[in-house]
């Protein structure tokens, strides 16, 4: 069974850090690609970053750049988003996203109906 279960999400002061997880079973997880989204209340789900392990690509959202950083530890089936230097606008579900390798993309398209699997979200509220 295809499953990604998020964790990390929490209320954090302006200017803090978190690192959120999305761990992964019941595929090859070495070969998907793997997306971080985040919905604020009214508001339409957003790409936040994305990560292609075929070519290594990655990309972020302009209003995180420079902050946030995906990466992923194989070993572990699990992907993380690290935020830093959080800001009252990051406030939102964040939701891990994955989807199988395509063979003639050349980096990566964050949108959410590329990806096939996704978590169950997490929240994460920013005081300031």
């Known amino acids: 069974e295809v499953q990604l279960v998020e964790s990390g999400g929490g209320l954090v002061q302006a200017g803090g850090s978190l690192r959120l997880s999305c761990a992964a079973s019941?595929?090859?997880?070495?070969?998907?690609?793997i997306g971080w989204f985040r919905q604020a209340p009214g508001k339409e789900r957003e790409g936040v970053s994305c990560a292609s392990k075929s070519d290594g690509s990655t990309y972020y959202a302009d209003s995180v750049k420079g902050r946030f950083t995906v990466y992923s530890d194989n070993a572990k089936k699990t992907g993380y988003l690290h935020l830093n230097n959080l800001k009252p606008e990051d406030a939102g579900v964040y939701y891990c996203a994955a989807r199988a390798p395509k063979r003639l993309r050349v980096g990566i398209l964050c949108k959410s109906y590329e990806f096939d699997y996704w978590g169950q979200g997490t929240q994460v509220t920013v005081s300031s």
């Open positions: 019941g595929f090859t997880f070495d070969d998907y690609a």
